[in-house]
């Protein structure tokens, strides 16, 4: 079953063409790893996924959303969930006032339901030991495993990670990428853009490669990551993974 | 004489002080509530409202409270409105004033709050109202905290003014003890320590709110 669809995707920022083009489909459960130098447009590709970019031309489906139609783009945010590179907490909010905002808010699940859904989240990424500490007094890595379980709490068919570790000390970086790793293999359909080559080989089932607001190149990680075909993805690769 | 004569004239000042207090609730009251919407309506950058709401800040932003209130009290006789009340008429001038005023610090505190919490919030499925309400002002509230309480304290000596429109407020009760017994030296300090009396507390006030805000 396709979960995403983008057709023939562009997107402006004033005179500067980000996407010029994109068509991308993703099934349901597929793990997606996007890769490409900064300022390529995977960003971009994401945050227009989730409503968060007009678009200029093409189409976007979500699960049989047209996010592409401005009258009916809201509904994307009820399947898909998002996780930031700046962690994006409510500063205000406990770690569980910030899962359980939404619950209460948008779902309507009552204040008890959405408690102990909220703590089921926190322990799903082994937060069950803080649920009233503020973002200000967790570290960078316990922040993003908060953002992760504040999204999962809402049930949604897809999880988007926007360089999600990119923000982390690189000590905090395996309890988050570890967090991604048990939800691919809950089955979960994931798009994520991130710089870490390891996590892409071991969990993504394709690596898309994105290079001037196109995908150059696309396949399975054995593949893309020992013999790719075009050359401006052997530069890539050549740069990060012999820094 | 002496001070023993403005000792006398205390009711006539205590009565000053309660005009001037209730002018001045009530003005900060319904100046919050415009400035409230006028700044949440100027970010949420409604492409209808844009002009007119631009207009309403730069117009009573940009004249005299003093002419306003004049306008506003002899324009709407002049108009041949029904006579409007002084105390209204303060109201309504301080109102627009301070309201534009006002939207304009809320707005820099809405927009000092970063892009990404509007983001997540609607990555989340909340309504713009519900964003709003949850997650930008609860963040917003410590911010303008501090120029807003400037604001009022601005507020409740701007209500000196209703004094030319005839309202008897503190200004015009101590003026009419000087017509009678003289000594607008001693009578107008005392007016200015009554001042003094209402805005400090609202000083203290703020930074306490302020502390506690900062530490949740």
Redesign the interface.
Known sequence: MTMIELRNVHKRFDELEVLKGIDLTVEKGEVVIIIGASGSGKSTMLRVI???EPIQAGEVWVKGIPVHDPKRA?EV??C???V?Q?F?????LTALANVT??LQ??KKIDAEDARRRGLAALERVGLEDKPESYPSELSGGQQQRV?IA??LA?EPDVMLFDEATSALDPELVGEVTGVMRQLAQEGMTMLVVTHEMGFARDVGDRVVFIDEGQIAEQGPPAVLFTSPSNPRTQQFLYRVLNR | MGWQGIFDSSGILFTGFVSTLLLSIASIATGTALGLVVGLLRTARVPALRVPLRVYLEVFRGSPLLVQMLFIYFGAAYLGLRAVETFTAALIALTLYEGALISEIIRAGIEAV?R??R????????SRI?IER??IL??TVPIVLPPLVGQYIGLVKDTALATSIGYFELVREGQAIIDRIGMPIEVFMVVAVIYFVICYPMSLVARRLEMRALH?
């Open positions: 989730n409503n968060l809201d945010h009820r898909v969930g998002m930031f700046q994006n907490l409510f500063p205000h905002l939404a808010k948008v953002a504040r999204a809402m | 970063p990404g919490q983001e997540a919030a609607r990555s989340l499925g909340l519900q949850h997650v609860p963040q949740a």
